[in-house]
């Protein structure tokens, strides 16, 4: 049995060393790790020894909310982790959303959950391309429209009209 804990170790730390690069100590000491940790839960499951329980971590609870939104970071007051954005994908690891994420930690919900420096960059290049006034347009129009006014104008992106004319052609008709 040993000699399958060892393909397994070495198997797990090929995978490792694929996607990282480690020098030839890292990559023994993650095999002695990675070996250490198979061959205890070996012995666990035979029943002779047995593994403490694990408990969950407890929130990160340093920051207040506020704080966790820094300039050039965000903290995941889950886990504590530090990135730019808090992504759904992130937050799947804790069981939660975003909308859950931001009712736990009291976040309003236009808050961005991202790195401040991130938002500007963002608004900046929206407003670059007038999207403000775009929307503002298209609002207004959309408005008026519903009043009787005028009709919608056609989006001026052509990925907007191919998706435009997708849905149209797979939209349920109406049968009077």
Not at 23 to 40: D, H, K, M, P, Y
Not at 97 to 115: D, I, V
């Amino acid at each position: 049995m040993t000699k399958k804990l060892v393909e397994i170790a070495s198997e797990i730390v090929q995978t490792q060393v694929s996607r990282t690069t480690m020098s030839g100590a890292e990559i023994t000491a993650s095999l002695r790790q990675v070996f250490s940790a198979l061959n205890e839960l070996q012995r666990a499951e035979s029943g002779d020894i047995e593994l403490p329980q694990i408990q969950e971590s407890a929130p990160v609870t340093a920051l207040t909310p506020q704080d966790s939104i820094q300039n050039d970071k965000v903290i995941c007051l889950e886990c504590g982790k530090e990135t730019k954005q808090l992504t759904s994908k992130h937050l799947v690891f804790h069981g939660m959303n975003q909308k859950e994420y931001r009712l736990k930690y009291g976040f309003t919900m236009g808050t961005p959950l991202s790195a401040k420096s991130l938002s500007k960059a963002r608004s900046k290049a929206a407003k670059k391309r007038g999207l403000p006034e775009k929307l503002k347009t298209f609002i207004e129009a959309r408005r008026q429209a519903k009043a009787g006014k005028a009709a919608v104008p056609e989006p001026s992106n052509p990925e907007a009209k191919r998706v435009k004319k997708v849905r149209q052609r797979f939209s349920p008709k109406k049968v009077d």
